[in-house]
């Protein structure tokens, strides 16, 4: 018989045994179907300890986001070759992609729910897995190859819609043979929209002509 840990032996060890397994039950699950009693029997301990370590579990989630953030982030960032710049806003967007549906219920999580969303640290507005995307896009803006704009606005309409696309591909095209050929229409034309020779710059310059 497993004996449940006083509050003097709620360690690290068990913080961080009780935050790997919701995030691993997470990853497939959306946050209101954890369940912090079997969670807790799964650590030998009870559900006294999570809201000790972690305040309950509105602050348990808050951990697991956090982890998320640094799992996708890391990801974006290994998608990253420094063949072309282009190339690498491809590779990163279709990273995006496959982290989202390989971990859905992290990605509601960590992208779904900005009550949630983890920062980058005080102040800040950005979650950790911004960074490689704004990074990415200011350097297509530096180099002439995206037009001039707002690097956050820029990033975040790009974002938006991967978000948009990859939602409805994990709602209601799951397992559809064409999903991933209507994302790679989407990615191209949005990339198309930014670029510094696109349509909308064209479009722009024949309305002020």
Not at 52 to 66: D, E, I, N, P
Not at 154 to 174: D, K, N, P, Y
Request: glycine share 8%; hydrophobic share 40%.
């Amino acid at each position: 018989m497993t004996r449940t840990p006083t509050h003097a032996q709620y360690d690290e060890a068990l913080r961080q045994g009780i935050l790997e397994e919701a995030t691993r039950r997470l990853r497939d699950a959306v946050p209101e179907k954890l369940g912090l009693r079997p969670l807790a029997a799964s650590q030998g301990t009870s559900t006294t300890a999570i809201y000790t370590m972690f305040g309950g579990k509105s602050g348990l989630l808050a951990a697991v986001a956090v982890e998320a953030d640094r799992s996708l982030a890391a990801t974006l960032r290994g998608a990253l070759r420094h063949d072309s710049l282009e190339t690498d806003m491809r590779s990163l967007c279709r990273a995006y992609r496959r982290w989202a549906l390989e971990n859905e219920g992290l990605y509601a999580l960590v992208v779904g729910e900005p009550t949630r969303s983890p920062r980058t640290g005080p102040g800040s507005g950005d979650p950790r897995w911004r960074e490689p995307l704004l990074e990415i896009v200011d350097a297509l803006v530096d180099e002439g190859a995206f037009r001039s704009s707002d690097v956050h606005e820029t990033a975040t309409s790009i974002w938006a819609s991967l978000h948009g696309v990859v939602s409805l591909e994990l709602s209601a095209w799951r397992g559809s043979p064409s999903a991933e050929q209507y994302f790679e229409t989407q990615l191209a034309a949005v990339l198309r929209s930014w670029a510094a020779d696109g349509p909308t710059a064209a479009s722009s310059t024949g309305t002020a002509g």
